[in-house]
């Protein structure tokens, strides 16, 4: 059986590092901050736990919280196309600086560009 991407990278540790320079980035981001609590511990983990069960690892994420429903999880938060392109600025950028493989950097780049797009929950208002 072929590697998954979370064996690929490195399993746990390259998904926390990730995560870990992901949320560095919003803690002064001026689009992004007022999106999250003051305490981004949880986000945090929420994110990882995630990112580790989407790409082929244990399935932390759904034991804890249940499935995903990233939709639903994200509609009380107003999303537009600023927040999208700050959030996905972020997540390009650490995912830049992990070291992966360049197939697999791609792939991932792929599904955070399509799921932050799904996530856009708000249209026609300024700066949007």
Known sequence: MAPTLYERVGGEAFFTALVDRFYAGVEADPVLR????????GPNEHLRLFL???WGGPRTYQEQRGHPRLRMRHAPFEIGLAERDAWLDRMLSALAEAGAD????????DYFRGAATQLINQTGRPGT
Not at 102 to 109: T, V
Request: charge should be negative.
């Open 34 to 41: 007022p999106l999250y609590p003051e305490d981004l511990t």
């Open 52 to 54: 580790i069960q989407y």
């Open 102 to 109: 360049p197939a697999d950097e791609s792939e991932m780049a």
